[in-house]
């Protein structure tokens, strides 16, 4: 067996003999890894449009992309509404969002899309408390929770991430109208590529699996969207939907747990590659700011630039006939 000393002086002479060897792998492997993550980090939203004297409203934004995103647009001097459940955590990412931005201007409201009666509530208190609204962001999401319902008894993805944006987008249209040229922009992700819309089981009742659900909810926000710009033509409000990059949230707080250690350990230096919140937020900043995407409605995005949506995205028939089933099950005539 060989001492402590020998292996020291055996691991100097390998070093000593393959020192450009070494080198050599060591840069090569660090640019990989830096251009890895700088490609990874998607595009910047180069805009340097002002919001003076506009409205936002962001919908989960106490946390995650929707944060960084009230960060920017306050910082273009927007009155900003945070629409969050968890009025403890909103009101601390207010003043954080306040202190970052420099604007005061940012306001928390209540809003549980788990409940449509608090969708509702909401609604009638933006409609009281203000007179304009010139972006509405539909960025709250809910990521591969197990088998929930909400407060009205929709599966829980499908409910928040489309449902409760359904009903608040349609409900806040003439505000929109009135402030026009406005923007509903539709935060929904690369996982509607692989989606499709379970018509004849809707709440995934016979066959629920989590990522199933995840991305049912998402084709539905592409779609949605889809439907949502043909109706508004001509009428000055545009609309667009995205894919924000794979970002380091807490969205995946419902899968973490549901993962064995091991595999967590070794997925965790990984983490450093993936956008951090800052970068996630940049393409919903483009399509709300943006100038070039005035006088575009319906498309879909992804690192600040067009992108062809999956094909089952692009269905006008499904769009029309996800409307109807959305309309009926939250109320809406
Ligand atoms: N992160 C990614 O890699 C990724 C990739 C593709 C798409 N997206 C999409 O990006 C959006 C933002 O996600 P994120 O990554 O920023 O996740 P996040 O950090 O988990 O933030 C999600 C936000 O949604 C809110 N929310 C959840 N359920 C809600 C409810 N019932 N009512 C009101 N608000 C609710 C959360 O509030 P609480 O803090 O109170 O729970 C939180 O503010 C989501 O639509 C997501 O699908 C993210």
Request: proline letters at 3%.
């Amino acid at each position: 067996m060989s001492n402590p000393m020998e292996v020291y002086s055996q691991a100097k002479e390998f070093l000593k003999e393959h020192a450009t060897g070494l080198a050599f792998v060591f840069i090569a492997v660090g640019t990989g890894l830096i251009a890895t993550r700088r490609w990874m980090a998607g595009g910047v939203c180069r805009s340097k449009a002002r919001l003076d004297g506009k409205t936002v409203l962001i919908t989960g934004a106490n946390t995650g992309i929707g944060k960084e995103t009230a960060v920017d647009l306050a910082g273009r001097g927007a009155r900003v509404i945070l629409a969050c459940r968890d009025m403890g955590r909103a009101n601390r990412a207010a003043d954080e969002i306040r202190n970052r931005s420099g604007n005061g201007n940012v306001v928390v409201k209540q809003l549980d899309l788990e409940s449509l009666q608090s969708v509702r509530a909401l609604v009638a208190d933006v409609k009281t408390s203000e007179d304009r609204l010139d972006i509405l962001i539909n960025n709250a999401g809910i990521m591969m929770c197990p088998k929930w319902q909400t407060v009205d008894g929709f599966e829980m993805q499908f409910g928040v991430n489309h449902l409760g944006h359904f009903l608040l987008t349609n409900s806040l249209l003439d505000l929109l109208k009135k402030s026009s040229p406005s923007r509903v922009v539709n935060v929904s992700s690369l996982a509607h590529e692989k989606g499709e819309i379970h018509f004849d089981d809707i709440n995934l009742d016979r066959d629920y699996d989590p990522m199933k659900s995840y991305r049912q909810s998402k084709l539905a926000n592409v779609l949605f969207s889809r439907e949502l710009a043909k109706s508004l033509e001509g009428t000055g409000v545009t609309v667009y939907s995205l894919h924000p990059g794979v970002i380091r949230t807490e969205l995946g707080r419902h899968l973490w747990p549901t993962i064995a250690l091991w595999k967590r350990l070794l997925f965790n230096p990984l983490m450093l590659l993936i956008k951090s919140p800052w970068e996630g937020a940049q393409t919903t900043i483009y399509c709300a700011v943006d100038e070039s995407l005035q006088n575009t409605s319906g498309l879909y995005y992804s690192d600040c630039g067009p992108k062809q949506a999956a094909p089952q995205a692009c269905d006008d028939v499904a769009a029309k006939k996800l409307w109807d089933i959305s309309a009926s099950m939250v109320g809406l005539a």
